[in-house]
């Protein structure tokens, strides 16, 4: 079998992702704090032209990087199947409300967000 530089094996093989697709790379977790835990993730994408790492169903994916450019965070479908999302007032994130009224909320920490 040959490979060749630039083929689709041979980028799985590099530890590169496929086009359109995320990776967590690091996930920590604080629950020093009572009834709340604080959790931190990054991700890793290969977006395509137009994309950027954003969540989808609470998940990384590739987004349409107008959503995260005018932080509509809720247009990207953050939050689980039958969960609601509201914008933080500020902009900064969204929650995400289950059906028995418990509440998560996320920030958004990226050098991209601060820039705009």
Known sequence: MRHCPGCFQDAFELGQLAAGTCEIVTLDRDSSQPRRTIARQTARCACKKGQIAGTTRARPACVDARIIKTKQWCEMLPC???E???LLINKSGWTCTQPGGRIKTTTVFSSLVKNQ
Do not use: P, V
């Open 80 to 82: 689980l199947e039958g």
């Open 84 to 86: 609601g999302c509201d």
